[in-house]
Structure formats: C-alpha cells, structure tokens
Nanobody, 127 residues
Framework: QVQLVESGGGLVQAGGSLRLSCAAS????????MGWFRQAPGKEREFVAA????????SYVDSVKGRCTISRDNANNTVYLQMNSLKPEDTAVYYC????????????????????WGQGTQVTVSS
C-alpha cells in the first residue's frame, strides 16, 4: 500500500507560479514511476507530467511543456511539480499517482496505468 499526500495548491494570478509537492509513504517510493494528473470541473482527469524511478526521464502533456517541471527527491519520498507562467486554463484539482507496474524506462500517461492516488490539491488561476 502507498499513501500519497499532495500540497502546495492555491489561488494565483495568471502568470504566477506554484510548486506542488506529493509526499509518499508506505512502500519503496524510489522503485516507482510517478505522475501528476489534473481534473477541471466537468472534465475528465488528464495527464500532466510523469517521471521515472530515478528521475532521469520525464514526460509532459503539450499544454504544459516549457512551463512545468516534474522532479523527485527519493531520499525524502517526494515528487514535485513546479508550474510557471500559469494560465486560467490550468485551474483544476491536481493529483499525484504511482505507476506500480510500469516499466522503469517507459512513462505511461493513462489514468488506468496508475494504481495509487492522492486526494488532490486545488489550483486556481485567476485572469
């Protein structure tokens, strides 16, 4: 079992920045690929970014490329999502998730590929 707790969300003006954190506990965090997803009101949950077990590989949805950076600190069982140049369309609940069974060298982007989820943190970007 893996427990995930996100933090760092909030209200920010367009163009601002936020750093989301996801603290993991329960099992060997450093063995797993991790992902960030988001869900806006009335929309399906969508992939944002993923990072492999070592941090050597990352993947991003096109809409956040160049604005967001995913990273991880395996010593502290934490994964981060640095978000810059935020836009109103980034408003959503952001979730971190564990891909327990994926390949260490291939990052998956489907919600069904991730089997542990946090409770989410709200990000609201005002125009």
């Amino acid at each position: 079992q893996v427990q995930l707790v996100e933090s760092g969300g909030g209200l920010v003006q367009a163009g601002g920045s936020l750093r989301l954190s996801c603290a993991a506990s329960g099992r060997t965090f450093s063995s797993y690929n991790m992902g960030w997803f988001r869900q806006a009101p009335g929309k399906e949950r969508e992939f944002v970014a993923a990072i492999n077990w070592s941090g050597s590989r990352t993947s991003y949805v096109d809409s956040v490329k160049g604005r967001c950076t995913i990273s991880r600190d395996n010593a502290n069982n934490t994964v981060y999502l640095q978000m810059n140049s935020l836009k109103p369309e980034d408003t959503a609940v952001y979730y971190c998730a564990v891909d327990e069974f994926g390949s260490r060298w291939h990052l998956r982007v489907g919600t069904n590929d991730y089997n542990y989820w946090g409770q989410g943190t709200q990000v609201t970007v005002s125009s």
